[in-house]
């Protein structure tokens, strides 16, 4: 069982920054690749990023690449999700994931365990 905590979340500018954490639990989380997703009212939840267990692999969805970086900390059973040049469209409420394995990272249905989700809102 892992237990994933999200925080990080607020009001920010457009062209401003921000940085998700996702704390994890118990003594796996270097043995689960972990992913952010996003939902905006009335969408879908959509892919934003992954990082393999290894952490060499990192997707990103094409909306942000070049803007968002996912990085993770073993050692405190923590996953980041640092975002730069915010835009509007951004807003949403970000989630964090854990999947022992997947075969499509971009798939929400791939991932085991959900945080409970933080709210990003960018003004323009």
């Known amino acids: 069982q892992v237990q994933l905590v999200e925080s990080g979340g607020g009001l920010v500018q457009a062209g401003g920054s921000l940085r998700l954490s996702c704390a994890a639990s118990g003594r796996t989380f270097s043995t689960y690749a972990m992913g952010w997703f996003r939902q905006a009212p009335g969408k879908e939840r959509e892919f934003v990023a992954a990082l393999s267990a290894s952490g060499d692999i990192a997707p990103y969805a094409d909306s942000v690449k070049g803007r968002f970086t996912i990085s993770r900390d073993n050692a405190k059973n923590t996953v980041y999700l640092q975002m730069i040049s915010l835009k509007p469209e951004d807003t949403a409420v970000y989630y964090c994931?854990?999947?022992?394995?997947?075969?499509?990272?971009?798939?929400?249905?791939?991932?085991?365990?959900w945080g409970q989700g933080t709210q990003v809102t960018v003004s323009s």
């Open positions: 994931a854990a999947a022992r394995y997947y075969s499509d990272y971009r798939e929400p249905k791939e991932y085991d365990y």
